[in-house]
């Protein structure tokens, strides 16, 4: 008769740490939707300039130009090594070719993982979504 009791004592902690995993779960996508919605908002008022709730095409040509220029400065600012506000053929040239360099090395990194994790029978688009979640929940504080 006791073990009866044990079992189903068992039974029912393991049914409520379940519903508990599951509330956990649900409430933290629900947090997660609300972020998404929050910096939804928040990116529809930068661009809403007269505040009517309604972007026009005017505010979203402007939003975009904006941040085609910011990124152009921040590019600019990357090739300009010294600082001079100008880039010579050669500085332009050596950007480029340091850009292509990186590239293929990433490119052949990412061969070398990818036949690593094949030969563990992953595939890189399984170890990216996982990377993603683990470098999000890294961000976050969690683990």
């Not at 599951?22 to 998404?36: F, G, Y």
């Not at 095409?57 to 010294?82: I, P």
Request: no cysteine.
């Amino acid at each position: 008769m006791n073990s009866n009791i044990l079992i189903s004592t068992l039974v029912a902690l393991g049914l409520a740490t379940v519903g508990l995993t599951t509330a956990v779960a649900s409430e933290s996508a629900s947090n997660k939707e609300t972020e998404r919605q929050v910096k939804r908002d928040q990116r529809f008022a930068e661009i809403d300039l007269n505040n009517d709730g309604y972007i026009s095409e005017q505010e979203f040509v402007a939003s975009a130009v904006e941040r085609a220029e910011q990124r152009a400065r921040l590019m600019f600012s990357r090739l300009d090594e010294h600082n001079k506000g100008e880039i010579s053929a050669e500085e332009f040239a050596a950007q480029l070719d340091k850009r292509g360099e990186h590239k293929a090395e990433r490119r052949q990194a990412m061969r070398e993982r990818a036949k690593e994790l094949r030969a563990e029978g992953r595939s890189l688009r399984e170890h990216k979504h996982d990377g993603r979640r683990h470098s999000r929940s890294s961000e976050h504080g969690e683990h």
